[in-house]
């Protein structure tokens, strides 16, 4: 699918800025930093998102002097077209509109524009704590199949039911009601664990194939869940009463996916962790680019890309083998800094300064 | 902030469950700009519900005296039970017809986040009855929620060892939500397809 126009208001630096005919293929965004080439990603995020991939508080998306910010765009698929407006207020919570209709469920404009976001923040995707990574899987998730959503919210719910339950208890022994938040952990932790494992499944390959392509070594991408084996359930369960002792000492769950991990390993001349940031940076890349081929094979075109600053951590030679991966991905915009660090070829080159955009090329 | 009796009255409104401040401010206003019949209307109905509503002392379902019109009713089978959460689900249910036997009403599902555990459910006076009245079948028709499967998980398995029959309505309800936005056909099928727990 692609982003045919997208116009935005306030948004940022961005005092009014519309775009029209984007093409499908790879679109360029160039500026110096500051300028507002990432705000332009961001504001195409979220069409597909409506959040941005780099904050969850809208005050600063909202231009100094401003109210309200406003980002519109229409989107073009094998659905048809698909027109978005996003209303975002200083404070408050954003509103939608879906071919002018209020959008209830963020869900249903994510069944509709599906977006892959990259951006430098990922690198701790790699680098940083597990957490990041299950996060990741969940993203991972919600891009893949909107409607399972509730999967991951039943599911943070049963632990903070449980969580509490520990915490709070002073008696000896197992509070009361524990069996049925067990059984709860197990049914709705299962049921997460094979969402997060067929997540991690769908973009494993694509990613590791990417990484090659670029690092010209392997990586390996392999889900650890907290809990394994068949049937899973049972297994919940086992594991709970195994860990029966140390949860009430610790009053906390200890089993379950919120201890999940997803590995990635560099393979060359044997296992390895990553030995700098520009290679951990291509497997960070690697993974969003694993994850639009899942949402490719899953909803039957590819998603809206969207990668800031994918080059300047790189080298020359992974720099013209990255872009050279990007081609034949359906619409994928790429922000950099600098003219320089972009291989020739791209159709539409946007160059942006102080928050003002001008078309160059196609 | 306001001064005098429309501040209190506001403070009052923001008490009660899903309001919050605006909203009680808003009540407020509204209820000040109104004819005063309106608004003695209001107040007798709040104080005749206080006073003539009481709670059924079997079932504690909302009661015009000791015991509500279900428990009082010879006709109802006593040996079936249907235990809901609050007593707007009983009435549901009631509505739908679909339940020849009593109900039996918790005060709420086990919520540690909402500092709501077993002990403060009406579950010990549940226990009784099934033995005292020899009950046959527990229909748990608890919300369909986590809260309402954690609560029915727990109710079953205090019942179980008792020797009486225990089911749980069907899914084909709206998951996560609330028994109250089922419709009569819904809660029949929801009810013809219980399991057993
Ligand atoms: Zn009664």
Known sequence: MRVDWVELRDFRNHRHTELTDLPEGLVLVVGANGEGKTTLLEAI?????LASPRTSVTEPLVRRGAQDAYVRGEVRGVQGRTLVEV???????????????????????RRRVRVVFAGPDDLSVVLGEPAIRRAFLDEAIRTLWPL??????????????RNRLLKEWEGRGTPPGMEAWDA?????????????AAAAEALAAEAARAFAQVAGYA???????SVEGEPLEERFLLRLSERREDELARRTTLVGPHRDDLRLVVREFGARSFASHGEAWVAAVCLRLGLATAVEAEVGEAPITLLDDPFSALDPTRRRRLAEGLSRRGQVFVSAADRELVPDGAPAVLAVRAGEVRREGA | MYEGPIQDLIDELSRLPGIGPKSAQRLAFHLVKAPPEEAKRLAEAILAA???????VECGNVAEGERCRICRDPGRDPTVLCVVEEPKDAATIEKAGVIKGRYHVLGGAISPLDGIGPEDLR???LLERVERDHVAEVIIATNPNLEGNATAMYVAGLLKPLGVRVTRLASGLPVGGDLEYADEVTLSQALEGRREM
Do not use: N, W
Not at chain 1, 219 to 225: F, M
């Open chain 1, 148 to 161: 399972k959503e509730g999967v991951i919210t039943a599911y943070e719910r049963v632990l903070r039911q």
């Open chain 1, 87 to 109: 209303h975002i207020p200083m404070r408050g919570a954003v509103r939608a509109q879906l071919d002018r209709s209020p959008v209830r469920r963020r869900r249903d404009v």
């Open chain 1, 45 to 49: 995020a979220f069409l597909g998102l």
């Open chain 2, 123 to 125: 579950v010990q006076e």
């Open chain 1, 219 to 225: 990586l390996e991408v392999r889900y650890a869940p």
């Open chain 1, 184 to 196: 709860e952990l197990a049914s709705r932790g299962a049921t997460l664990t094979r969402l997060r």
């Open chain 2, 50 to 56: 206080k006073e003539r509503i009481s709670f059924c």
